[in-house]
């Protein structure tokens, strides 16, 4: 039986893929003393591997496809096609920020004072070619971990990715720049996409994960309400497409059912209620598939 050989994301994101994985309606099993996470789809197997290596592995075809971030692609110079962009991180749903960082009463303030400094990071090539773009030479070191904490005695600037900028307040340290925003991809092997069989899962896991993240700013309403105030009240939904309308076993009432960004709900609700609306009710979304 073909199988896929999926490469799921260790460290920062693999508890919000887990959690998405799930959503979409896959039980994803991660265990702290194994790489090889367990699923329940027998056509597919997973492999725990650093996002910062992804790229490659799926580059060189030991992955069929995986989850990584944009960065990383760009970091290894891997050839992969890219499937899907799906915007998620460790706490939220915001593109990631590569950014220069220094200490807060450093004397750097922009790209020119890094002459002649020490950077600490683990996107080497990414610093190097913003340092190029800039004409600036400097020495560029690789970090292993724990990047913030190096300046100002083992660093005089890093180049860290950051979601909220907290992990930097909290070490005195201030942004001078941003170098650019990732986001995480669904990538494959471009040989392993040519194969239909494996297309084809790659496409469905695609699409099950994009509709998980559609899903998280919209909810639905239902409600009923008579249909001489139908017009007046369908012209309050900002619905994803054209509401669903039924008549009810009452004549002359009819009920909605409609998808709305969660956003809007509590300051249409009650212009609803106005409209003649009752009995409405809100209810999550696991999947919404545009």
Request: charged share 20%.
């Given at each position: 039986?073909?199988?896929?050989?999926?490469?799921?994301?260790?460290?920062?994101?693999?508890?919000?893929?887990?959690?998405?994985?799930?959503?979409?309606?896959?039980?994803?099993?991660i265990n702290s003393r194994s790489y090889y996470p367990t699923i329940d789809d027998n056509e597919i197997e997973c492999l725990l591997i650093r996002a910062q290596e992804m790229a490659r592995y799926v580059g060189e075809g030991i992955l069929d496809a995986g989850l990584t971030g944009w960065d990383w692609i760009e970091e290894s110079g891997a050839d992969v096609h890219?499937?899907?962009?799906?915007?998620?991180?460790?706490?939220?749903?915001?593109?990631?920020?590569?950014?220069l960082a220094v200490p807060e009463n450093s004397d750097i303030h922009g790209p020119k004072d890094l002459q002649g400094k020490r950077i600490a990071t683990e996107a080497v090539g990414m610093t190097q070619k913003y340092?190029?773009?800039?004409?600036?030479?400097?020495?560029?070191?690789?970090?292993?971990?724990?990047?913030?904490?190096?300046?100002?005695?083992?660093?005089?600037?890093?180049?860290e990715i950051t979601e909220t900028g907290s992990s930097l307040k909290a070490n005195n340290l201030r942004i001078v720049d941003i170098l650019c925003y990732s986001t995480t991809r669904l990538i494959a092997n471009k040989e392993a996409y040519k194969d239909e069989f494996k297309r084809r899962k790659i496409d469905h896991l695609a699409l099950l994960l994009q509709s998980v993240l559609a899903a998280e700013s919209r909810v639905g309403l239902m409600m009923n309400v008579k249909s001489e105030n139908l017009d007046k009240l369908v012209a309050l939904l900002p619905s994803l497409n054209n509401p669903t309308v039924s008549n009810l076993a009452t004549s002359g009432w009819v009920a909605i059912n409609t998808v709305v960004e969660e956003s809007v709900v509590r300051e249409i609700i009650p212009e609803l209620q106005k409209a003649g609306a009752q009995g409405i009710v809100e209810y999550p979304l696991n999947k919404v598939v545009l």
């Open positions: 039986m073909p199988v896929l050989q999926l490469g799921i994301p260790k460290g920062s994101l693999q508890d919000a893929t887990a959690a998405m994985f799930e959503k979409a309606g896959y039980k994803l099993g890219e499937v899907c962009e799906l915007i998620y991180g460790k706490v939220g749903r915001k593109p990631l920020r590569w950014v340092l190029a773009k800039h004409g600036v030479t400097a020495n560029v070191e690789f970090s292993w971990g724990a990047t913030e904490v190096k300046p100002p005695k083992l660093a005089d600037a890093i180049v």
